[in-house]
């Protein structure tokens, strides 16, 4: 039978260490207390069952339809689909106060963005402001965010233009647009898809790393790209990486810029990054900065009108389309040969769109300390974009920029959503023939100042110092998507983040562990140079599961750490006689890892060397029963600690190396 | 400062538990003596330095060459790459006679399997020979197994034929025979290239459970292949799916199987496997089993021989070319159409062989306690390939069978593939004119006889007992292969195999921990009953490294624990003040980490609830520090031991709920 601590064992020891080595005996006169348990045996249907509710339902979302009468469960069901429901019924005056004055900061932030970021998707202006209309309104009953500013957003607007473009180069065709509904669709699809199979923790895989360095990178991605509204440059480059734009900003030079152009860009963009400055000095005068977009369009509208510029070659705006949404499903390719690239390129800006909404829920929720539901928030997504996709809109997700301001603006549910989406309604029905005479180098001035901000340097020094793994995935985000395209920055990023987890399963770490004098605590030589090694024995532990990825560079490294051991102590002290590998890191082990072991037992046999075991997990020791590897190494050879096995084993009065 | 642990510590809380409650202030009056280590801090270029060796050079192969002369350099270089210098010293009479032995049996399985093989592939005889031939002596010179036999096998033999005829249908043509070679050449650079970069452990992906299937699936394939020669059928599918080959051989039932071969074909399987039942049970009549597929094709060549059998319908081979291997260096594609083709078959045929081959070697290295150096391994196996490929050769690897009659013959070295290579050469240049007559039916029992040892039951029983997802993975491959195509079940083995570490690495365990009651040892509640709870605190174990994949989900399932304890904990107990988290065997945490752990900092500071961290390791407490995280939290927070944390902030006495 196995062996046991108890607290007599621990006290016996101690004593011994403080009085010197003594002669008792070790092991055979000690109480039995505890033994390494095995959990209750569980069945096929229960360990599949388990393993699936784990997987997919860890935040067990039936918990609270137990034991409930029918009626009182729909009413559950459709508050955990309209979250509305939930937080509808304590919604009050003082809340919509927030609310209001919030909806219509935001509103005031997110119409010239709006008309700007359509610019960047390469559709007309109007098609943002659609977006902007219908989908918060979607959001706002479905999604469990409270602060999260919904609409068309910068990174998301590039990456569906350069990969719209790719496809259909022309983006003047009808075409263009008709892939770009079909995009929507799809994208909602897919974001639907993963909360409904609840395969949400896909986008766990986007390292925050790879988002740091993606999103600095698409950021001056499409700063490089207002190059063209800022300059007044006509023949513009279609391809976005910084070679190119470069080149065809200095080809342009000598053809001249245009200076009125430039003067009424860099004069609103002075202005607006002094207003960022303010705001960011100031917390309480966010407004200021929240505001200056619309007070810059306003201003500059009103100038080029008077000076009538746009006769001097200064580029505006000239049509947006008056009116609500009109219907677009009969848009929508759901056959011929634009189906595939509509497909792909949706699912690829569904998950990045997906992306940058959960980590903006996620942010606000900690500071608000609500809880975010990934799966709900991803059908939230999905059902707005397939809605949007009707309705002549295009990917819309959370802004952080609207949603910082949304969120200091006092903000307290979603009903701002609500607010903001009536003044884009009312814009769409009464103003928009106003924005005629808005010049482009004001919307390429407030697109640059909007995206510094996702240029996060304090976040990617971070990395450097914490971890050089991450701030290597970072960098190569970034270069990826400033030297080549956004698409390939961003399949550097998920690829550099595969990696790192492939390594992680294939390399655990390994340590030699060493008694801390005066207790009965085993811990890392490296970490603890005062660690001792006991005499005769090698204590190793394994940090991490053992699976078929590792279980071979286990079993080798722990020969390598015995052999080169042997090596070191041949200066008098005895050779080593007990390999005690500490197992309670190991969570977990499949069928090349009870082989691995079986190996190392038979060729630490052929050495005279037994193999002792400390803490094995609940599912380790069932395997090694099921395996019957437990019978071979020897039940008397499994222990609850360390410390108990030194201690049976070990050499009288623990004599140290 | 930190909070420490010390014996008399230790001491005094059991003291106090023997004695029941008393009212001594915990941790304000105790000696100090060892605080949580942080490891000196290493510069930029040790830990890249650090990482990059454990990740390509975990087995440290430069180590012996230090502190050596020039002279004593190269020689040690030299013994490295052709292992044959390292052994060759002392090499003598005796251990000949075993290779000579052995050499002579793998020699006379080896010839009959080959011809059967070739079929396999889809080529003449002749250049299963040549591989036999060519191969092993390569191998010999720089191989470091000293147990396998180096030859054509089934699976990889079936694998290339089926995928090459994908590319060039017309398997007579010379186009075909070029490809093979290609193909060959790319198996060989891949495998080289893997050594040469030390990615090895590339194949460990492959899961054991996975082979294991893939290889079952893979014989049952092959066996039902041998049906066309087995039962003299004409029209046969050029499909591999079981539903394919059932039906064209019912379609055929009916224009009659030729008698005459299928009674050869079961006279000679019965024979062949009443030989391995023999020497099953009896291990040292194993050389009954190794020549009856000799026997059985000189019986089986003589009597077709004599009756003329061949003349009334009995396949027979027909034509296998005399002489030694022609040069087949120009006939590789470097360019051209079929270079594309040629390179993806050679990556994937290549893979697959070195997998089966270090498998081989791993199995008969672990039984004769000597080591084997995968990448010294894959080079081997490269360069023999390159070779072969040059030589009208096609992709060798080492065969399990006759690797086990090698083992059992008593070999000592490489040598016994010399033999058996000479011994080809022999057959090659005086008796292949002699194997016209033999029939094809008698290659059909060898190969059944052969590959029905791949199917191996018990694993999949023991697969079943210990880790139903490897089974599950298991019995995908295995389907896969049998009812789609070879390819196809490799590919799903492949993709389950990743599944597996991706489920792995996004959902790890949690468990919360009690104290064992009279000891100081924590350990989960669930596989301890007896492990008791203290009052007023939660204690978590995190089983795993956090990264960007799960941070969130630890972080949540942290919370969850909270909410649920503290449901259950309402009949009279306190709130929980206190939640440690036992950081043991969180070996790595990295920036996702680092914010996870903050934001939970954050939300436990608003519900008030102190965060406590137990044991973190090296690499975690230089984070912590890098990030300031270990500020926020507060160096007091931070303990050696659980039971040091609870004797400093737990309740008098350490009451439990």
């Known amino acids: 039978m196995s062996q046991h601590v108890s607290d007599e064992v621990v006290a016996k020891d101690m004593g011994e260490i403080r009085s010197g080595p003594s002669s008792r005996r070790h092991g055979d006169t000690l109480p039995h207390i505890h033994k390494v348990g095995t959990p209750p045996k569980q069945t096929l249907f229960q360990e599949i069952k388990h393993s699936v509710v784990d997987t997919f339902f860890p935040d067990k979302p039936f918990e609270q339809f137990k034991d409930q009468t029918g009626g009182r469960k729909f009413l559950l069901g459709l508050q955990s689909l309209f979250p509305l429901f ?317 949603s910082a301001v949304n969120y200091m603006a006092g903000c307290k549910t979603a009903v701002s959503n609500i607010v903001m989406s009536i003044v884009v309604l009312l814009t769409l029905l009464l103003i928009t023939p106003l924005f005629k005479y808005t010049p482009n180098a004001v919307l390429a001035s407030i697109i640059i100042a909007a995206v510094l901000g996702l240029v996060n340097i304090e976040a990617v020094i971070l990395l450097w110092k914490i971890d050089k793994f991450d701030f290597v995935a970072c960098m190569g985000a970034f270069f990826g998507v400033i030297f080549i395209s956004v698409e390939i920055g961003l399949l550097i990023a998920v690829a550099i983040s595969f990696a790192k987890i492939l390594l992680q399963v294939t390399r655990p770490r390994t340590a030699v562990l060493g008694k801390l004098p005066g207790t009965t605590v085993y811990r890392n030589i490296l970490q603890y140079p005062k660690a001792t090694q006991i005499n005769g024995m090698l ?44 197992m309670s890191p190991v969570t977990d082990i499949d069928t090349s890892g009870i082989h691995a072991f079986e190996e190392l037992y038979k060729t630490l046999q052929k050495r005279k060397i037994q193999l002792i075991l400390a803490n094995p997990g609940p599912i380790v020791m069932e395997k090694l029963h099921a395996s019957k590897l437990a019978d071979l190494i020897g039940e008397d050879k499994i222990f609850l600690t360390v410390a108990d096995a030194v201690s049976t084993f070990g050499p009288k009065g623990e004599a140290v190396v």
Chains 1, 2 share one sequence.
């Open 86 to 402: 939930e937080w509808g019924r304590d919604y009050n005056l003082k809340k919509f106060r927030g609310d209001f004055i919030s909806g219509l900061t935001i509103a005031s932030l997110c119409i010239p963005q709006d008309i700007a970021y359509a610019k960047l998707a390469n559709l007309e202006p109007q098609y943002a402001l659609y977006t902007s209309f219908v989908c918060p309104l979607v959001y706002a009953f479905m999604g469990s965010s409270r602060d999260i500013a919904i609409g068309p957003v910068a990174v998301v607007s590039l990456l569906l233009g350069t990969m719209l473009t790719d496809e259909i180069s022309d983006f003047k065709s009808h075409e263009y647009l008709r892939l770009a509904f079909t995009a929507t669709f799809f994208a909602g699809v897919t974001q639907m898809a993963l909360g409904v199979l609840r395969l949400g923790f896909l986008i766990d895989f986007l390292s925050h790393a790879a988002i740091v360095g993606f999103m600095a990178g698409a950021a001056i991605t499409i700063a490089l790209q207002q190059l063209k509204g800022f300059l007044g440059i006509k023949a513009f480059t279609k391809k976005t990486d910084i070679v190119s734009v470069l080149r065809s900003v200095f080809n342009e030079a000598h053809h001249g810029w245009n200076w009125e152009t430039i003067v009424i860009g860099v004069a609103f963009l002075v202005f607006l990054l002094i207003t960022k400055y303010i705001a960011k000095k100031n917390k309480k005068l966010f407004w200021v900065a929240a505001i200056s977009p619309m007070i810059s369009v306003i201003v500059s509208t009103f100038f080029v009108y008077i000076t009538r510029a746009d006769k001097k070659g200064v580029a505006i705006v000239r049509h947006v389309k008056k009116g609500v949404n009109p219907s677009s499903a009969s848009e929508i390719f759901f056959s011929g040969k634009y189906l595939g690239p509509g497909i792909r390129v949706g699912v690829v800006a569904g998950m990045v769109a997906l992306t940058e909404a959960v980590a903006i829920g996620r942010t606000f929720a900690a500071m608000k300390d609500y809880s975010l539901d990934g799966n709900k928030e991803m059908m939230a997504m999905g059902t707005m974009n397939i809605i949007g996709s009707l309705t002549s809109c295009y990917v819309a997700t959370g802004s952080f920029s609207r």
């Open 539 to 582: 204590i190793i532990r394994v940090d991490s599961a053992i699976y078929f990825s590792n279980s071979n560079y286990i079993k080798e490294r722990i020969l390598r750490w015995l052999a080169d051991e042997a090596a070191q102590r041949t200066n008098g002290s005895s050779r080593i006689e007990y390999a005690i590998v500490e």
